[in-house]
């Protein structure tokens, strides 16, 4: 409504030109001619000075001030200046009123739209963590063994016959997003994780014996934040918060099985064995988000749970099987 004002104002100071009724010959009895030469007879609204108004009728649809023009500022951007209070996520004024009811005044409240009694805000940017964007960790941070060194057992066939050998999937970068609530629950999302080639590994199938790697192996999150964390609001305030996540976390895994070199070519074809979005799960593990913020690791110490399996296009039956290792990314 503030933004309509100035429009109403300006139809309120053209309306008595309009309908002034100070002098009646100059808005009755009058002819005109029009560009073409052809006379109208009608009433040719003009002002009290005799000046005429036909060009200055205003249409409200057009008046209407555009607040995206009005003062070169997009509407939608807030501002952290002392007059309207931090950047909260919604268009409550900072005022005294309460507008999401949980205690702290609109003036005060680093999230007005959405209830935080307890005003978390981890990263200290003056949005609160029930109203703030994800946190987003894209860069790998520290290297293997001690980080992003995730092993796993492979077990490879075809037919009756297989192999099992130890992977070990090395992180290179990704995109995983941290959200935080107000009372000690964090959720994780790995949005998607690219793993280095692997090593050529020896697969030994008893009758003949194959040499494969894993190459351009990758994860996708489908489900975002379906993987939640507990924290506790002391390790909020000492800026890490750490706690077991609920659930598997459900991926799509995309890669390829090349078999570099085969004992038996026509049962095991050398060549490339695309996986192409095949569903599966990593494992529930331990959470952490460190440094307010910097750096986000996710620790896994499993044996038993199947990462995923698949058969390639070429019939090569793989399964990765257990999940140990510290995955960890920073900003």
Not at 220 to 239: E, K, L, Y
Not at 255 to 266: K, L, R, V
Not at 316 to 325: A, D, F, T
């Amino acid at each position: 409504m503030r933004l309509l004002l100035p429009a109403f104002a300006s139809l309120l100071t053209v309306a008595p030109a309009c309908g002034d009724k100070s002098d009646d010959s100059s808005a009755t009895g009058s002819s005109t001619t029009a560009p073409d030469g052809t006379t109208t007879t009608g009433a040719v609204p003009t002002s009290s000075a005799g000046e005429d108004m036909t060009t200055t009728t205003v249409d409200p649809s057009t008046t209407a001030v555009d607040p995206s023009t009005s003062t070169g500022e997009d509407p939608t951007t807030t501002s952290d200046d002392a007059s309207t209070g931090p950047v909260t996520g919604c268009d409550a004024p900072a005022d005294d009123a309460d507008e999401d009811a949980d205690g702290v005044a609109n003036s005060l409240d680093n999230c007005r739209c959405d209830a935080n009694p307890n005003q978390l805000d981890y990263d200290g940017n003056a949005v609160g963590n029930v109203c703030d964007e994800p946190m987003t960790f894209t860069l790998a941070d520290g290297v293997p063994p001690e980080f992003n060194n995730l092993a796993t057992t492979a077990k490879a066939g075809m037919s009756i016959v297989s192999c099992t050998f130890g992977v070990d999937l090395v992180v290179v970068n990704g995109d995983v997003k941290v959200s935080l609530d107000d009372s000690g629950t964090g959720k994780i999302y790995a949005l998607k994780l690219n793993f280095a080639d692997t090593p050529e590994y020896e697969c030994d199938l008893t009758l003949f014996k194959v040499k494969l790697r894993i190459e351009d192996f990758f994860t996708d999150g489908p489900d975002p934040f379906i993987v939640g964390f507990p924290f506790t609001i002391p390790d909020h305030a000492a800026g890490t918060i750490t706690g077991q996540t609920d659930s598997p976390h459900s991926i799509l895994i995309s890669g390829i099985i090349n078999i570099t070199e085969s004992g038996n070519p026509d049962l095991a074809p050398p060549g490339m064995n695309p996986i192409d979005m095949v569903p599966g799960n990593f494992p529930t593990g331990i959470a952490t988000v460190a440094n307010k913020g910097e750096q986000v690791s996710l620790a896994f110490d499993d044996s038993d749970s199947v990462i995923f399996m698949q058969t390639t296009m070429g019939g090569i039956e793989i399964e990765l099987k257990g999940l140990k290792g510290t995955m960890r990314l920073k900003m």
